[in-house]
């Protein structure tokens, strides 16, 4: 039995798991949700399976052997379900808001069988991206049956495994399935997730590694040539893949193949055997991109790309319920730098140690290595850090009230960047967005605090948070707006504040979200606490009014309605928020044109 391993195909595996990651990461930190278009990164899963059948076939060549089988099946469990458990746990402990599904679909996802149920409230229960794993579990149960006689009938059995294809296509588009569904059987859950219609990508890898034995492996050419293959395999896998979704719209015109086809060429059928052509030419190993991808960095990436793959999409999912509404090249920077520390805790400290301890005892465990522990620690410090930032700003009723006070009484006028008085910056207005406003009688700003806007009323945000006024401030280049609240009931301050920037016929200029508590502080009945939001001046360009609500991550936020308002400033609601109407020079002493 051979035990040879290829780096250049270890590190492969790192690219096909970042291609998914980035599949995940459209439309967070900012991103696109048409982030690569119109690459389809979810072939990545393909590129998985086909790479897959090619390892065990490449070290599994037989199973004659006595007790073979067994021992296959073993070291298979110990590949995968320790860490499949672990961020099964670890889902548990971060999501706990996520996890609604029925111990039924547990056990069914801890048995690594929820891929086989084409129901999508099964098979991306829980950890969702452990989908693929329990259809990989299908394919270890297959493999002695397949290695079987392999090298004399592999052209059944890969015949075989795309009839299967063609019979989920047909049951697929003559049952009229819907394409998505959460409670029903749907196409996606037939084509892209279920074992079967993925099993020829599998035999696929079987029969490219037996074309790598017999005549590959030793075949000698100049690094040059070599390199001609190269670039043909992955000239040819950019093209496939980056017209994969004209071809299979294109082919999905015919009857024969309709949606359940182009399904599965989408997320794969199309480029399967580019990919073929790639691992081949990679694990031959002769030219320049294979030596590169030898590398120590990438062949220790492609090691924890596993642990990477099945710990992204909680990653996401914790970013999305508590940071959502930070973007940029910092936060994504940090969640990679997180989930690459997290990936080599959990490969240096559950994968490794449990395949070697369940295939060779207890003895063969090894011990824990100080830079995992490091890593771990890491990880701690990193969360400590995260969670630390500027408190809540926790006021008392008497001072809100002051403060609301102190700004219905001042008068004044703001200065310009010259010194020069420019006269009031804003008749206060809230008023229906969908109609003019009213101006109150009187311009409120104060000389000291710039104040562009101030606002006193009462609005419930369901059973949660009552707003009890609003003030905006002009600042050097920006526009602040406080927010002042008083919960309603003991609770923990999670939500994300929603602020909507409207031109003058109430058209969307720009949608913004802001965390109301960076720790996720708690607060009690009738505590009351403020949130300032920062608008940057060349963010306000053609606004005339915004709209201001609170969001949650899941389901949706609270039901917002007006109790009482200023009877000179009243208020009223927008698309379900708080509508605040501008006036026209609402940051013109801020800057040297006007952006309003």
Known sequence: MARQKIDSLTSLR?????????????????????????????QGVALFFVLSGFILTFVYPDLNRQGAVRKFWLARFARVWPLHLTTFLLYLALLPEFCHDSPAQALTNL????????????????????????????????????????????????????AMVLLMVAISNNFHYPIFADDKV???????VNPVSRLFEFVLGMT??????????????????????????L?????????????????????????????????GGVPVLAFASLIAVMA???????????????VFLGEISFASYLLHRM????????FAPEHGAWPFAIYVAMLLAASYVCWALVEVPCRQAIVQGLKALPKPSMSASFALFALFAAGI??????????????????????????????????????GPVISPVISPVNGPGTAGSESRPSSKNNAVFWQKGKVAFGDDLLLLGTKAVAQKDAIKVTLYWQALRDQKIGSFIAVKLLSENNVLVRLKDFRQSLREERVKTGECFSNEIVIPANEMQYVHSMAFGLTNPIGKGPVVKVLDGDARCPLSLYDGMVAVQLGPRSLAAKSSKPIL
């Open 186 to 192: 749907s196409i996606h859950g037939l084509m892209y």
């Open 111 to 162: 048995a690594l069988v929820q891929a086989w149920v084409p129901i999508q409230n099964w098979f991306f229960s829980f950890n969702s991206v452990s989908w693929s794993i329990s259809t990989e579990a299908f394919f270890y149960l297959l493999f002695p049956l397949l290695i079987r006689n392999f090298e004399k009938e592999w052209p059944q059995k890969l015949t075989m495994s795309f």
């Open 208 to 233: 490219v590694a037996l074309f790598y034995r017999k005549y590959l492996a030793n075949l000698k050419l100049p690094a040059a040539r070599a390199f001609v293959f190269e670039v043909a395999a």
């Open 235 to 267: 000239l040819s896998v950019y093209l496939l893949t980056f017209n994969t979704v004209r071809i299979a719209h294109y082919l999905a015109r015919f009857p024969a193949v309709g949606e359940g086809g182009r399904m599965w060429l989408e997320h």
């Open 14 to 42: 790192f690219f096909a798991a970042a291609a998914i990651v980035g599949s995940h990461a459209r439309g967070h930190f900012g991103f696109s949700t048409n982030l690569l278009a119109p690459f389809e990164l979810s």
């Open 385 to 422: 850090a995260i969670w630390s930032g500027s408190p809540l700003t926790r006021l008392n009723a008497v001072a809100v009230n002051d403060e609301m006070t102190k700004m219905a009484s001042a008068e004044s006028t703001v200065s310009g960047r010259d010194g020069a008085v420019i």
């Open 315 to 322: 990653f996401l999912h914790y970013y999305w319920n508590h």
């Open 284 to 298: 031959w190993g002769r030219g320049p991109v294979a030596r590169i991808l030898s590398f120590k960095p990438l």
